[in-house]
């Protein structure tokens, strides 16, 4: 609102380019505004939008065309600050609570789908988590080096799930995604991600009163805790050495 010069206003070019949106490129910009990670990938935003990515991309793209959605490596999209701002204002008027709700299920749901393919290569041992019905997840996992790719590529958003889904009301998720993600976490020394997911899971699980998932997240905090110990230890030793 604060940002125009006499006839030249953001809101007034943002809404300009919006009118001129069909309906589904219209549903999807509201929609895309829910996401709270960095970026999106086609699978997570054709969950999100509950399309196929062949019509997840159309309606991207139009949203490309009219400039209200920007696209960069890898193959993320994203919205600029102002945009989100004006997109979230079109959620709010255009879908209803439990439109809202269900979207941001689909595209946690997404995420934990994806940790959990990603975790069944990383460390094949581990136990899994039983997926919530109607989850789906195509991007192609064949071996420990693309597995490892997905999860550095979508590290950011990984946390940003994790906390979308408890902030959301899906604490189950989001317990389950950090438990999913341990095995990267570990793998790939991100001490300060594993740490901000499993606080976020641990009081979903608090919430949900569920021994067996607080005792779950509760063990990967004390592989956690041994492991960050014995670096500080050895970065003591150094330090008298």
């Keep these: 609102d604060e940002l125009q010069i006499e006839d030249r206003a953001v809101r007034a070019s943002f809404a300009l380019s919006h009118a001129y949106l069909d309906e589904e490129a ?20 054709a969950a999100l939008l509950d399309r196929a990515e062949l019509a997840a991309r159309r309606a991207l793209d139009a949203l490309l065309g009219a400039h209200l959605l920007t696209f960069g490596e890898p193959d993320r999209y994203r919205f600029h600050d102002l945009i989100a ?12 609570a439990g439109q809202r709700r269900d979207a941001i299920g689909r595209v946690v749901r997404w995420y934990l789908a994806g940790m959990t393919a990603a975790g069944a290569v990383l460390e094949p041992g581990n136990r899994r988590i039983e997926l919530p019905p ?6 192609p996992l064949p071996d420990y080096d693309a597995a490892f790719t997905w999860c550095r590529r979508q590290r950011p958003n990984l946390v940003a799930a994790v906390e979308l889904a408890a902030a959301s009301g899906f604490d189950v998720e989001a317990w389950s995604i950090a438990t999913m993600a341990r095995t990267y976490y570990h793998r790939a020394s991100q001490w300060s991600d594993w740490e901000a997911t499993h606080e976020t899971a641990l009081a979903a699980t608090i919430r949900l009163d569920d021994p067996f998932a607080e005792a779950w997240v509760r063990n990967n905090y004390g592989i956690l805790r041994l492991r960050t110990r014995r670096r500080d230890e050895q970065r003591n030793v150094a330090a008298v050495l």
């Design 26 to 45: 219209a549903r999807a910009f509201a929609l895309l505004s829910l996401w709270t990670g960095p970026n999106l990938p086609l699978g997570a935003a």
């Design 85 to 96: 701002v004006y997109a979230a204002e079109q959620a709010e008027q255009s879908l209803d």
């Design 134 to 139: 109607g989850t789906d997840f195509r991007d």
